[in-house]
Nanobody, 121 residues
Framework: VQVAESGGDLVQPGGSLRLSCTVS????????MGWFRQAPGKEREAVSC????????YYLDSVKGRFTASSDNAKSMLFLQMNSLKPEDTAMYYC???????????????WGQGTQVTVSL
């Protein structure tokens, strides 16, 4: 299984980005999916979790109301719409077929290489 993220960029505070994730499976249905991020010097944390039937079950408190996760099961794609971005959102963002979420277990599941989001003037 291959996972690939895209859409990261340098954006000013208050701006928006949409991250995409492509997964090499026939459908996302039946998988636990998650968006995670890791800032320099910090541990990886879950940003959003989507359960086996495609429902979003978790958002990190600091992104609630600003980030929206969605999926297109037919295309096996996951999306993360990020609005009102803040400098503290700067991190490498990862998509994963996760073994657990929001608990982070990078030794299990299938992870992409990440896409860099930098929020700065």
């Amino acid at each position: 299984v291959q996972v690939a993220e895209s859409g990261g960029d340098l954006v000013q505070p208050g701006g928006s980005l949409r991250l995409s994730c492509t997964v090499s499976v026939a459908t996302l249905g039946g998988y636990l999916m998650g968006w995670f991020r890791q800032a320099p010097g910090k541990e990886r944390e879950a940003v959003s979790c989507m359960n086996f039937d495609g429902k979003v079950t978790y958002y990190l408190d600091s992104v609630k109301g600003r980030f929206t996760a969605s999926s297109d099961n037919a295309k096996s794609m996951l999306f993360l719409q990020m609005n009102s971005l803040k400098p503290e959102d700067t991190a490498m963002y990862y998509c994963a077929i996760a073994s657990s979420c929001p608990d982070v277990r990078t030794d299990f599941g299938f992870w992409g290489q990440g896409t860099q989001v930098t929020v700065s003037l």
